[in-house]
């Protein structure tokens, strides 16, 4: 690879992962920096970034009714294991997308659409540029949007022909743990 990944990890928060890395991103001065922990990121708090671009993330799929043409069956109500459809809405929070209503469905009332999840962003900050997102609270797809924030610094890399990432990453061994350590050259664990 044209480049190296460092990603510093932690089985639980408030070890120090995010102050380490960022003291390795003053020194480096040469590095992408990207902070994988979606959920609830920092890095930002520490390395003053000036925002550049935003963009917005559909990481779910939620169903959605026309009321034209429903007939207030029920077969989706019915079906629905997760409790989120009615005869008379449809409770996007609830909703896991799964599609199941929208294959009963006898009338064709309900279709999948994208669900707006989070947004992910590109900034520049004194010690380089920096790819970093936010999912919005209780949204679905985290590791997905880890994978957008680590596609994009590995994009960085490659135009700016800069050599190493640095990676943030979240704490725990869930989804945005795992995609914000695969296939990376190095993971630095800490621990308390």
């Known amino acids: 690879t044209q480049f190296q990944q460092i990603a510093v990890v932690s089985g639980k928060g408030g070890t120090g992962k995010t102050t380490l890395l960022a003291s390795w991103a003053t020194l480096a001065r040469e590095a992408v920096l990207a902070d994988c922990d979606v959920d609830a990121a920092n890095l930002h708090l520490l390395l003053r970034p000036e925002l550049q671009e935003a963009q917005d993330f559909y990481g779910a799929n939620v169903a959605v009714r026309d009321p034209a043409l429903c007939n207030r069956c029920g077969e989706c109500e019915r079906r629905c294991r997760f409790a989120a459809i009615s ?3 449809v409770d996007a929070l609830a909703c896991e997308g799964c599609g199941l ?7 064709d009332a309900l279709r999948l659409e994208p669900a707006l999840t989070g947004r992910y962003f590109l900034s520049q ?15 679905e797809s985290s590791g997905r949007l ?17 050599r190493l990432i640095l990676l943030d990453g979240p704490p725990g061994v869930g989804c945005t743990a795992v995609a914000s350590i695969t296939e990376v050259n190095l993971v630095i664990a800490v621990t308390e």
């Open 87 to 89: 005869t008379t809405e």
């Open 125 to 139: 900050t004194p010690y380089g540029p920096f790819s970093h997102a936010r999912l919005y609270p209780g949204a």
């Open 146 to 162: 880890v994978t957008v924030v680590r596609k994009q610094a590995e994009d960085l890399a490659l135009a700016r022909g800069t």
């Open 101 to 107: 209503c929208v294959l009963v469905c006898p009338r």
